[in-house]
C-alpha cells in the first residue's frame, strides 16, 4: 500500500498535524486555515450527495431535473419528501437517501466543528504561567542564562 504521508507528516497535503499537549497553541491563521479546509470539505460532500439524490429522483421518479432538485434537497435538508414516492422501488429509494442524509448532516457537523473543539479543548490544557505550592500561586521564574563577566 502506498504511503499517502508526505515529509511534513501532512495526509496529502490537505491537513495540517495538530499540535500535542505539551505544544502551545496553533497560530489564528493555522486556526482558520484548518476550519476553511474542513467547511470546504463539508460543502463538498453535501454537494456531491445532493447530486446523487437528484440522480435518484430523476431515475425512480421520473421527476425532471428541477423537481429532482427540490427534492433531493428537502430530504438532504431534513424537511421530508414532498409527497408520496409513486413506486415501490422510489419508495426504498427515498427512505435509504433518508437515512444517509440524517448521518451526513452529522458527520458534515462534526467535520466543521472538530477544528473548533480541538482549539478550546487545547486552550484548557496548556499549562498555566503559576505554580501553585500550598495555598499560595507564585508566578513561574524563567531560568537566567549563565553570562561570563
Known sequence: MADTK???GR???IFSPLERREEPLAPRWLFVRRLAINVGIALLVVLISLFAGMLGYHHFEELDWTESFGHAAMILGGMGPYGPPKHESSEL???IYALYSGLL???V???IL???FHRVMHQL???DDTEVEGDTAKPKLKPRS???A
Open 109 to 111: 457537523t462534526g467535520l
Open 114 to 116: 472538530s477544528p473548533v
Open 105 to 107: 448532516l452529522v458527520g
Open 146 to 148: 549563565k553570562t561570563k
Open 6 to 8: 508526505t515529509k511534513t
Open 125 to 127: 490544557h496548556l499549562p
Open 11 to 13: 495526509w496529502l497535503g
Open 93 to 95: 429509494f427515498e427512505g
